[in-house]
């Protein structure tokens, strides 16, 4: 076969011919004035022709000159026109531009075709499922990565493993699916934000979480669709219908653009999370937990460093095998959350808290929603190890969901104190096990978790409220002795 055969044949592409291959050797010998042979032409013209070429859709970046790349064509959009500014005589007045969702194993990219090639696809020279060869130009779109295309071809011979369409359950959504439709129950719900495109206009984007039996996704929806987040309220049953997956810092994400929508519906949705027990978190993981408020602190506000004012709320969540400190950042401090309720949290980062406590973040990445009803505490054999919801849509608008399961060896939550807006909490007791009476002379020991009036004592499973005039500071480990009323102890002695 010779050098300049055996160099073209490890060519990476079949934009040329063997032949126009070979001449173009002889122009480049000739170019260089002799300073290569032919050998070494071949191989310079080899990597001229490889250097665009990328691994993978996921290593395509906006602001490449030029790039080559295979993938799956997922969905194919339709056929749009548009004026153009008339840069030139010869060039029309009116555009043609048609998207195509194209996807390999790593991700999903938006192809633009245009004029004649734009027309050949919408009259049905391309189909979904289709493996194209790409070469063109890629830029930041409205909705994230697009190629301009120059040039695609079909190649029947290569193979990429992803299905277009499909992801009927959310644990079935793969990366670059397109033409997504998927039902669950509204979770959580955020604000919409602003942002400038490069061209000027201003994008809207929302976000909501939705669940069902087989696990949750962020919803991510754009412009017009953003509007949804506003509208919907937790605990709907919804359809997100020709929705698209991407993926960020590691998480798939389902998105909503024009062609997509969320619809209510009148089905119930069942929702199982799959929540850790909190005694069995460690410190630098993510992960889900859920249990019952205990107590909840005031919202605090700080100024960050570039000057803009944050907030935090603190509240302590218990499941049956322990209890845990969530701090809830930004507009997560504004949810009403009180002693008693029932919450998950989901994708908390699990940090080293005050006194080498372990303390969970919920940040912007976080879920945080409040149940209602009956579902398993983790710990206590439940089903999955979490809580449950579900949610429906009735026929004049109104939703149904559901919660944590009372705890399975028969304690119940109970709110311990006459006042839980002052920092009281709530705590899990059996009341079967529960032998003490009012009026009888006890002795508590445990950690100060509020001071003032009352003081609050935690000794790792329950909380007393202690009426003392004595000074105590925040993790302060004491004893009280005094007569317990209506649930309160009247401290004699606290030392």
Same mark, same amino acid.
């Given at each position: 076969?010779?050098?300049?055969?055996?160099?073209?044949a490890?060519?990476?592409?079949?934009?040329?011919?063997?032949?126009?291959?070979?001449?173009?050797?002889?122009?480049?010998?000739?170019?260089?004035?002799?300073?290569?042979d032919?050998?070494?032409?071949?191989?310079?013209?080899?990597?001229?022709?490889?250097?665009?070429?990328?691994?993978?859709?996921?290593?395509?970046?906006?602001?490449?000159?030029?790039?080559?790349?295979?993938?799956?064509?997922?969905?194919?959009?339709?056929?749009?026109?548009?004026?153009?500014?008339?840069? %030139?005589? #010869?060039?029309?007045d009116?555009?043609?531009?048609?998207n195509?969702?194209?996807?390999?194993?790593?991700?999903?990219?938006?192809?633009?075709?245009?004029?004649?090639?734009?027309?050949?696809i919408?009259?049905?020279?391309?189909?979904?499922?289709?493996?194209?060869?790409?070469?063109?130009?890629?830029?930041?779109g409205?909705?994230?990565?697009?190629?301009?295309?120059?040039?695609?071809?079909?190649?029947?011979?290569?193979?990429?493993?992803?299905?277009? %369409?499909?992801?009927?359950?959310?644990?079935?959504?793969?990366?670059?699916?397109?033409?997504?439709?998927?039902?669950?129950?509204?979770?959580?719900?955020?604000?919409?934000?602003?942002?400038?495109?490069?061209?000027?206009?201003? %994008?809207?984007?929302?976000?909501?979480?939705?669940?069902d039996?087989?696990?949750?996704?962020?919803?991510?929806?754009?412009?017009?669709?953003?509007?949804?987040?506003?509208?919907?309220?937790?605990?709907?049953?919804?359809?997100?219908?020709?929705?698209?997956?991407?993926?960020?810092?590691?998480?798939?994400?389902?998105?909503?653009?024009?062609?997509?929508a969320?619809?209510?519906?009148?089905?119930?949705?069942?929702?199982?999370?799959?929540?850790?027990?909190?005694?069995?978190?460690?410190?630098?993981?993510?992960?889900?937990?859920?249990g019952?408020?205990?107590?909840?602190?005031?919202?605090?506000?700080?100024?960050?460093?570039?000057?803009?004012?944050?907030?935090?709320?603190?509240?302590?969540?218990?499941?049956?095998?322990?209890?845990i400190?969530?701090?809830?950042?930004?507009?997560?401090? #504004?949810?009403?959350?009180?002693?008693?309720?029932?919450?998950?949290?989901?994708?908390?980062?699990? #940090?080293?808290?005050?006194?080498?406590?372990?303390?969970?973040?919920?940040?912007?990445?976080?879920?945080?929603?409040?149940?209602?009803?009956?579902?398993?505490?983790?710990?206590?054999?439940?089903?999955?190890?979490?809580?449950?919801?579900?949610?429906a849509?009735?026929?004049?608008?109104?939703?149904?969901?559901?919660?944590?399961?009372?705890?399975?060896?028969?304690?119940?939550?109970?709110?311990?104190?006459?006042?839980?807006?002052? %920092?009281?909490?709530?705590?899990?007791?059996?009341?079967?096990? #529960?032998?003490?009476?009012?009026?009888?002379?006890?002795?508590?020991?445990?950690?100060?978790?509020?001071?003032?009036?009352?003081?609050?004592?935690?000794?790792?499973?329950?909380?007393?409220?202690?009426?003392?005039?004595?000074?105590?500071?925040l993790?302060?480990e004491?004893?009280?002795?005094?007569?317990?009323?209506?649930?309160?102890?009247?401290?004699d002695d606290?030392?």
């Open positions: 076969m010779g050098a300049i055969g055996d160099i073209y490890d060519l990476e592409t079949d934009e040329v011919s063997e032949e126009e291959f070979r001449e173009a050797v002889e122009e480049k010998v000739e170019q260089m004035g002799g300073l290569a032919e050998e070494t032409a071949a191989m310079l013209l080899a990597h001229e022709l490889n250097e665009n070429e990328v691994n993978a859709v996921a290593d395509i970046e906006p602001g490449m000159n030029e790039v080559k790349f295979i993938a799956k064509v997922m969905s194919v959009g339709d056929l749009r026109t548009f004026e153009r500014d008339g840069d %030139g005589e #010869d060039e029309p009116e555009g043609r531009v048609i195509v969702e194209a996807a390999d194993e790593t991700g999903s990219v938006r192809l633009a075709f245009w004029d004649q090639e734009a027309e050949s919408d009259e049905g020279q391309l189909d979904v499922g289709d493996v194209l060869r790409v070469a063109g130009r890629p830029k930041e409205y909705n994230g990565l697009e190629v301009s295309v120059d040039k695609a071809e079909p190649d029947e011979d290569a193979t990429v493993d992803v299905e277009p %369409g499909g992801g009927s359950t959310i644990d079935a959504l793969s990366m670059g699916q397109s033409d997504v439709d998927v039902r669950g129950v509204v979770l959580d719900t955020d604000s919409i934000r602003t942002f400038d495109r490069d061209d000027g206009s201003e %994008g809207r984007v929302a976000n909501l979480t939705i669940g039996e087989t696990g949750r996704v962020r919803v991510t929806l754009w412009d017009d669709r953003a509007d949804r987040a506003e509208e919907i309220d937790p605990g709907t049953a919804v359809e997100i219908v020709d929705g698209y997956v991407r993926e960020r810092e590691g998480s798939l994400e389902l998105h909503v653009g024009d062609h997509g969320v619809d209510e519906i009148d089905e119930a949705v069942a929702f199982e999370p799959d929540a850790a027990a909190i005694e069995h978190v460690e410190i630098g993981e993510t992960v889900d937990i859920a019952v408020v205990r107590s909840a602190d005031p919202k605090r506000t700080f100024d960050r460093d570039d000057g803009s004012e944050g907030q935090v709320r603190n509240v302590r969540i218990q499941d049956a095998t322990g209890d400190r969530v701090a809830l950042w930004g507009e997560k401090a #504004d949810k009403e959350i009180a002693p008693g309720d029932e919450i998950l949290a989901a994708d908390v980062e699990i #940090d080293d808290g005050w006194q080498d406590d372990k303390e969970a973040s919920a940040g912007w990445q976080s879920t945080v929603v409040v149940l209602d009803g009956a579902a398993s505490a983790p710990g206590n054999g439940g089903a999955g190890g979490g809580g449950q919801a579900t949610g849509t009735s026929a004049d608008g109104g939703s149904a969901s559901a919660g944590l399961d009372d705890f399975a060896d028969g304690g119940t939550a109970s709110a311990g104190l006459d006042d839980f807006a002052d %920092g009281g909490t709530a705590t899990a007791t059996d009341e079967s096990d #529960d032998e003490t009476t009012a009026g009888e002379t006890i002795e508590f020991t445990g950690t100060v978790v509020q001071t003032g009036d009352p003081v609050v004592l935690d000794d790792g499973e329950e909380t007393m409220s202690v009426e003392t005039a004595e000074r105590v500071q993790g302060q004491v004893t009280a002795r005094g007569t317990l009323r209506d649930d309160r102890l009247d401290a606290v030392f």
